[in-house]
């Protein structure tokens, strides 16, 4: 399998995830950079694409750290190809 480039960014009312990524069959995880004007909305704004990629895909979990004005998180997937799924679907 060879690897796939991926950038998106996805807007929405107060502020935008910046999706970065590329994948290979070893690569599951999902890292996020989610810019938002405080920690409340952006971890609002994690937890929807978490509760999104979980409602989607079994065995989903999520961590997310928030520094400097922007929350770093990351989802881990069961496997790439989840992922990957997963990624074409937030378009």
Do not use: Y
């Not at 810019?35 to 694409?49: D, G, H, I, K």
């Not at 979990?61 to 520094?67: D, E, K, L």
């Amino acid at each position: 399998m060879e690897n796939v480039t991926k950038n998106a960014t996805i807007d929405s009312n107060d502020g935008f995830v910046e999706v970065d990524s590329v994948i290979d069959e070893t690569d599951a995880i999902m890292a996020l950079v989610i810019e938002a004007p405080n920690e409340s909305t952006a971890r609002a704004q994690f937890q929807l694409l978490l509760d999104q990629a979980q409602g989607q895909i079994s065995g989903v979990t999520g961590q997310a750290q928030w520094q400097a004005g922007r929350l770093d998180g990351t989802l881990h997937f069961p496997s790439a190809a989840q992922r990957l799924a997963f990624e074409m679907g937030l378009r």
